[in-house]
């Protein structure tokens, strides 16, 4: 859990003793799995199809009591995941589904003192996870240009870590045009940069100096043509290898009783991730041994596009 530097980080201790209180942010989940967010305030009542619930009743209760409204309806009453949080808290920009957010993490590999970049900080949904994973010895710089969703993403996260973390730095500044930090330089180079705005491969040739040898570059755009002009733009910079583009589909089952299948209804898309490794100036040779490649799955010449081992029929779990 994140130290919280202001008055606030008394609500993180109360999380970790999973006492509900004025304050907190809380989901009510009915019988059929449907989150409703509330904010708890002594005195509030919560309603939801006629029914009401005062949140005194709430207040002093564990994280996974049952309640039950006015006319009977249960519902359970728990701290959101941050995942769920995530899909429940005010918007300003589409922020990044679960599903994602969990492969970034790992794919970007954010550990706990990570000094990592980000852009453009949206509604805040990847800061919330990246705070999560750098802990308190890591840091989070995020740049977004739009001051509106800067300050919608401030107030999410500070609902969900009941204050907003002293490792995080957000600047109302435009990543195209660099990513310099009079003010920060203690973050610089940066361990990671991960990026979630239109036009990732503007800010390529920025994060090759920001980044340090070995650090890795993370992008996430919904459309292939944004994906061809990143990989284009990390292969021309000649400083990133170990380049790889994914996405990640997932899909959740029914299983009650003999009705196994899978749910009708899925995300079918949400975006691609572009990972890519910072690396030592590639020389021509390497660089026209690639292009010559055309994608032929060569491990001795996949140094910038990454053949993935592991994965293929010869893994033992197959
Ligand atoms: C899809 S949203 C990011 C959502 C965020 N990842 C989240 O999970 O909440 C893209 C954001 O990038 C911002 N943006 C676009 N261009 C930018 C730039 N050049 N520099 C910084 N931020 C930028 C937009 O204003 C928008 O808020």
């Known amino acids: 859990m994140l130290s919280v530097a202001t008055p606030e ?38 309603e939801h199809s006629g029914e009401t619930l005062s949140h005194d009743d709430l207040i002093g209760k564990p994280d ?8 009977g309806k249960k519902m ?8 769920e949080y995530t899909l429940k808290m005010p918007r300003g920009a589409q ?25 453009g900080v949206g509604s805040g949904a990847l800061t919330l996870a990246l705070l999560r994973a750098v802990g308190e010895g890591g840091q989070v710089v995020g740049f977004e240009t739009r001051d509106e ?80 002009h990143t990989v284009e733009a990390l292969e021309r910079s000649r400083a990133f290898a170990l380049i790889h583009t994914f996405e990640t589909l997932s899909r959740s089952w029914n299983i009650q009783g003999r009705s196994v299948r ?16 910072r690396v030592e100036k590639l020389d021509s040779d390497a660089q026209d041994l690639e292009s010559n490649a055309e994608g032929e799955e060569d491990a001795e010449q996949g140094w910038v596009r990454e053949t993935r081992t592991g994965e293929g029929p010869n893994d033992s779990r197959r």
């Open 262 to 277: 899978p749910d009708l209804r899925m995300i079918g898309h949400s975006g691609f991730l572009t990972v890519a490794r």
């Open 76 to 83: 359970i009453a728990v701290y959101p995941t941050l995942g």
């Open 95 to 119: 922020v990044l589904y679960p599903k994602d957010l969990a492969m970034i993490l790992v794919w970007a590999d954010i550990f706990p003192g990570a000094r990592v970049f980000e852009a």
């Open 149 to 228: 969703f800067a300050r919608t993403a401030m107030k999410n996260i500070e609902r969900y870590l009941g204050g907003i973390p002293s490792q995080l730095t957000v600047l109302n500044r435009d990543a195209y045009e660099g990513i310099a930090l009079g003010d920060r330089p203690e973050a610089m180079p940066f361990d990671r940069v991960v990026l979630d705005l239109p036009e990732p491969w503007r800010v390529v040739p920025h994060a090759v100096s920001a980044l340090r040898l070995g650090g890795i570059f993370l992008s996430f755009v919904p459309t292939i043509p944004q994906v061809m």
């Open 9 to 46: 980080g008394f609500l993180l201790e109360c999380r970790l003793m999973s006492m509900f209180l004025p304050g907190q942010r809380l989901h009510l989940v009915d019988k059929k799995g449907r989150h409703y967010a509330l904010t708890l305030k002594a005195g509030a009542v919560f």
């Open 64 to 71: 996974g009591t049952m309640v039950q409204l006015s006319r």
